[in-house]
T-cell receptor
């Protein structure tokens, strides 16, 4: 199984809502990532988890809160988002947190903030 | 963060022709580079990678060239097919496990 799954596929939320994005992999990977991708732009790194611990936070606003409950799951909790946070949110995993390991990406969650 | 950019935002090629997608990077300390393909509605998919101690690497129908002197990376696709139509991103990393993606090129393959 070389698949990273993400749910939901699409999400529309208001600025006062609280929602969560979920990511799952069963490849035994020990590093997981969240990226944000605006239309026609490259993915931008948000968070990196290594062995279930947050190792990198790319100065992401606190309205985004990541969580890694176990080695297979990665969540992104959303609260009080702004319309400019509308984007495709991509999850990825890799065998190691070393930068020379291929990252496997999920299909993303298309988020719209109204 | 490091800057990785591309010369051409879009590229249209005829089916069967070879395609060349270019990428410039600014961090001379970068030591690992990857090309990703992203089809519409999907996440990026790994194509090929190259380390800084190499200047060329070949895969199936794809070749990546690295010129460290001018900090330039290219992806060559041989006999381009309609299924190659997608956005292509280069990514580089030299620090920890941070990947920085270039601005991307949209490849359109005309039948």
């Amino acid at each position: 199984d070389t698949e990273v799954t993400q749910t939901p596929k699409h999400l529309v939320m208001g600025m006062t809502n609280k929602k969560s994005l979920k990511c799952e992999q069963h490849m035994g990977h020990r590093a997981m990532y969240w990226y944000k991708q605006k239309a026609k732009k490259p993915p931008e790194l948000m968070f990196v988890y290594s062995y279930e611990k947050l190792s990198i936070n790319e100065s992401v606003p606190s309205r985004f809160s990541p969580e890694c409950p176990n080695s297979s799951l990665l969540n992104l909790h959303l609260h009080a988002l702004q319309p400019e946070d509308s984007a495709l949110y991509l999850c990825a995993s890799s065998n190691s947190a070393s930068p020379t390991y291929e990252q496997y990406f999920g299909p993303g969650t298309r988020l719209t903030v109204t | 963060g490091e800057s990785v950019g591309l010369h051409l935002p879009t590229l249209s090629v005829q089916e069967g022709d070879n395609s060349i997608i270019n990428c410039a990077y600014s961090n001379s300390a970068s030591d690992y580079f990857i090309w990703y393909k992203q089809e519409s509605g999907k996440g990026p998919q790994f194509i090929i990678d190259i380390r800084s101690n190499m200047d060329k690497r070949q895969g199936q129908r794809v070749t990546v060239l690295l010129n460290k002197t001018v900090k330039h990376l290219s992806l060559q696709i041989a006999a381009t097919q309609p299924g190659d139509s997608a956005a292509y991103f280069c990514a580089e990393t030299g620090n920890f496990n941070k990947f920085y993606f270039g601005s991307g090129t949209k490849l359109n393959v005309k039948p």
